[in-house]
C-alpha cells in the first residue's frame, strides 16, 4: 500500500514569486510518480509525471518536479506563478504493477492562491 | 487525443430518486475506468474500479448496492447512485485508463459531475 502527503493544505504566493510545493510518499515498492492541477468545479489535468530516468521532470505550464528517491519527495516547483496558476495542485502516487490497474493514491491536495 | 467526458456536469435530485452519471472516452477505448469521489477540499477518494463486460471492484467501504457501475462498452462507463440522500452530495470524477507503456497504463480524467441531493 502507498501513502502520499502533501505538507501545505494552502500555499499564499504573490504573482511572479517562485512557489514550490512539497510532496512526500510513502511505498513498499516502486512507485510511478505524479502531479495534477484541478480548477474550480473541474476534473484534473496531469502537469507532469515520473516514471524512470531522469530525475528533474518538466511539465506543462513551466512546472517542473524532481524525484528524491532517498527522500522519499517530488517536490513541484515553478519559477515563476500567475494569476491563472491558482488551484488546487494534487501528488499521487501508482504502483508499477500494470495487472493491478495501477490505482492511484492521491496526497491531500494544496491550494495555490496567487495574489497580484 | 485522450478526451473523457462527463454526462450531466451537474445534477440536483430530490432524496430518494436514483441518479446515472455517464463517463465516456471519446478518443480512444478503454477496459478499465475509475470513479472517484471527492468532498469539498478534499482530495479524490478511489471508489471503484469500472472492468467491460464484467462486474466492478469496489474499494473498502463502498457500497456496491447503493452504487451501480456498468461498464458495456470500451467507451462507456455508468455510475448509478441509487436512493440518492443529502449525504451523497458530492463531485463524483471518472478516469479512464489507455494502454501506454508495456508496463503503465495513463489515466485520464474526466471534467466531473457535481451532484446535489435536497
Known amino acids: 500500500a502507498q501513502s502520499v502527503t502533501q505538507l501545505d493544505s494552502q500555499v499564499p504566493v504573490f504573482e511572479e514569486a517562485p512557489v514550490e510545493l512539497r510532496c512526500n510518499y510513502s511505498s513498499s515498492v516502486s512507485v510511478y510518480l505524479f502531479w495534477y492541477v484541478q480548477y474550480p468545479n473541474q476534473g484534473l489535468q496531469l502537469l507532469l509525471k515520473?516514471?524512470?530516468?531522469?530525475?528533474l521532470v518538466k511539465g506543462i505550464n513551466g512546472f517542473e518536479a524532481e524525484f528524491n528517491k532517498s527522500q522519499t519527495s517530488f517536490h513541484l516547483r515553478k519559477p515563476s506563478v500567475h494569476i491563472s496558476d491558482t488551484a488546487e495542485y494534487f501528488c499521487?502516487?501508482?504502483?508499477?504493477?500494470?495487472?493491478?490497474?495501477?490505482?492511484?493514491?492521491f496526497g491531500g491536495g494544496t491550494r495555490v492562491l496567487v495574489k497580484p | 487525443g485522450a478526451v473523457v467526458s462527463q454526462h450531466p456536469s451537474w445534477v440536483i435530485c430530490k432524496s430518494g430518486t436514483s441518479v446515472k452519471i455517464e463517463c465516456r472516452s471519446l478518443d480512444f477505448q478503454a477496459t478499465t475506468m475509475f470513479w472517484y469521489r471527492q468532498f469539498p477540499k478534499q482530495s479524490l477518494m478511489l471508489m471503484a474500479t469500472?472492468?467491460?463486460?464484467?462486474?466492478?471492484?469496489?474499494e473498502q467501504g463502498v457500497e456496491k448496492d447503493k452504487f451501480l457501475i456498468n461498464h458495456a462498452s470500451l467507451t462507456l462507463s455508468t455510475l448509478t447512485v441509487t436512493s440518492a440522500h443529502p449525504e451523497d452530495s458530492s463531485f463524483y470524477i471518472c478516469s479512464a485508463r489507455r494502454e501506454w507503456l508495456a508496463t503503465y497504463n495513463e489515466q485520464f480524467f474526466g471534467p466531473g459531475t457535481r451532484l446535489t441531493v435536497l
Open positions: 499521487a502516487v501508482s504502483d508499477l504493477v500494470k495487472a493491478a490497474g495501477n490505482k492511484l493514491t
Open positions: 515520473y516514471l524512470s530516468g531522469s530525475t
Open positions: 469500472s472492468n467491460e463486460g464484467s462486474k466492478a471492484t469496489y
